[in-house]
């Protein structure tokens, strides 16, 4: 059954436990996954290639379940059609207390994955299509009024067209006009042109973060869907620099208190509710020591890049692959 994403609460969890998002909008993506996950947290989340590799393996751990759990929750990305028998197979057992949450990219009319979720009565299928510039200023307009924010048309239009139709991207860019507005400082023109990132430094930091995540595939897959510049080597090594300072002081507070939610809702800034669990992956994967030693390497090939742009991008290629690949949380 198709609903559309602000028809949600219309899902009824104990009855429709299995949901395929499909679509390119990331941001509302999220926005349906914490609406349906309210008090609740995933036990499991695989890629689809995992479960097509070990499909036994999968069936066990959906059939089993810990006795501190009232319900399984089950997340699965990069689904496509090759999945489909699987999901049917689960959809004919009717397991109890289990929900699974389906994430793919844009399906067409034809995939099979896709017409078993339009015909199904129980099951909900929900697109996620690109949000048009209308869509981002409403959902601006309802942030900043919620937080008594006031900003001009002229300077709205700046923020809504700098996110591209992203509304993951429009999100970050509130938060941080809103911690700005609480610094008491005054919004302008001016303000909002160095406050907000241009949509490109997006990959950037999505590069970054998977990297230190130690997403192995997605920074391999962002290396190769992207034509990186000598001159984005960079600003590349710039960001990079600056989030693994943070990541030490995380971590180094993670190493003091030895809790992991603790070390998220005290950091200063404060962590953008989408950026937590990664961020929580980039805490256990590293140790103080370590980022200190890979702040010690890329501050080197900063330096190195700046005397010679030639093979500048190789340079920073090969620290993230490389950096991607070791171990750093012992």
Known sequence: MIIKSFEIKKINIKKNSI????????????????SLLVNKVISSNYEESEILSKPNEFFETISSKSFFEEEKIIFISRVTDKICEIISEIVEKEFEDLMIILDSDSLEKKSKIRSLFEKSKKHFCIPCYPDTD??????????????????SSSNLNLVVNRCNGDRKLLFMELEKITHFV???????????????????????????????????????NI????????????????????????????????????????????????????????????????????????????????????????????QITDFLLDLVSKKTNN
């Open 182 to 220: 609480k610094n008491g400082k005054k919004i302008n023109y001016e303000n909002i042109s160095k406050l907000t990132n241009l949509v490109e430094n997006h990959s950037f930091i999505e590069l970054i973060d998977n990297c230190l995540a130690k997403n192995k595939n997605k920074t391999v």
């Open 134 to 151: 209308e869509t981002l200023t409403k959902l601006a307009f309802q942030i900043l009024k919620k937080n008594n924010i006031s900003i």
């Open 19 to 34: 949901i395929l998002l499909y679509g390119k909008n990331e941001g509302l993506k999220n926005q349906i996954k914490s």
């Open 223 to 314: 290396l190769i869907e992207n034509n990186f510049s000598s001159e984005d080597s960079i600003i590349i090594t710039r960001i990079f620099l600056s989030k693994l300072k943070k990541i030490l002081s995380l971590c180094t507070e993670f190493q003091k208190n030895k809790n992991l939610d603790l070390t998220i809702s005290t950091a200063k800034p404060p962590i953008f509710w989408k950026e937590k669990e990664i961020t929580k992956k980039q805490i256990i994967n590293w140790t103080p020591q370590k980022i200190k030693e890979a702040l010690y390497q890329l501050s080197d090939i900063e330096l190195s890049i700046k005397k010679n742009y030639n093979n500048s991008i190789n």
